[in-house]
């Protein structure tokens, strides 16, 4: 399966500010990707922490790391060393929640939630699943499974006839090669989310075409 595999980077870990790929990296990216989905500026930052991040979040700079990453600061930045003064600078507001209750599917686990000065807010659940790479999880309450390893756009919309058939079109007349399309939805008639990773960088000209389709409600995207 695709992303599935261990390469001599996952070994030697990726380049960062420490002291742990898992804990720091991953948490830092983690963020950076929420920071990249999130239509808007944040003016605050809610984390809430499970299973070993709840446990070992202040010790292993967790909390740096992920303020670091809201800030739009990537793993290896020097900056995520005084995030917490880099929030105040910039007009972040931050807490932590530690959560040891709720059973989550992996250990490194954090609900990152923003939100703007007109109120807007977005959840987004990510697992930091070793040698710095992550996985997102959750958008709102739609359960979702990409890692942004690929150029990716991430489109909101209803769930209804000819929206995905309109997107790939688009894809298409931008000859753009798909590596993977997946949709997430709450339900039928609902709302969802079409995600897809590419082999080649997204434009802005793209991104604004898919959205002036009358069933989407936004379209995001993130380069790693």
Not at 37 to 66: Q, W
Not at 88 to 112: K, M, Q, Y
Not at 201 to 212: A, M, S
């Amino acid at each position: 399966m695709a992303n599935n595999y261990i390469g001599i980077f996952d070994v030697i870990g990726p380049v960062m500010v420490g002291p742990s790929s898992s804990h720091t990296s991953g948490a830092a990216t983690i963020a950076w990707m929420a920071r990249q989905i999130f239509s808007g500026t944040p003016v605050k930052a809610t984390f809430t922490l499970y299973g070993s991040f709840a446990d070992t979040y202040k010790g292993h700079g967790t909390d740096r790391a992920l303020i670091g990453g809201m800030l739009g600061y990537k793993s290896d930045d020097l900056r995520i060393r005084n995030a917490y003064e880099e929030a105040r600078a910039n007009g972040l507001e931050v807490d932590f929640i530690v959560d040891r209750e709720t059973f989550v599917s992996h250990p490194n686990t954090v609900d990152v939630v923003m939100e703007a000065a007109d109120g807007h807010t977005l959840l987004i659940r990510g697992e930091s699943i070793g040698g710095g790479r992550v996985r997102i999880r959750r958008l709102n309450d739609i359960e979702v499974d990409f890692t942004g390893e690929y150029s990716t756009m991430i489109v909101g919309h209803k769930d209804v006839t000819g929206t995905v058939a309109y997107i790939t079109k688009c894809l298409a007349e931008d000859k753009v090669n798909v590596a993977t399309l997946k949709l997430f939805r709450k339900g039928k008639g609902k709302d969802a989310f079409t995600v897809i990773e590419t082999d080649s960088f997204i434009t802005d000209e793209l991104k604004n075409k898919v959205l002036q389709y009358k069933t989407v409600k936004s379209v995001d995207l993130i380069e790693l």
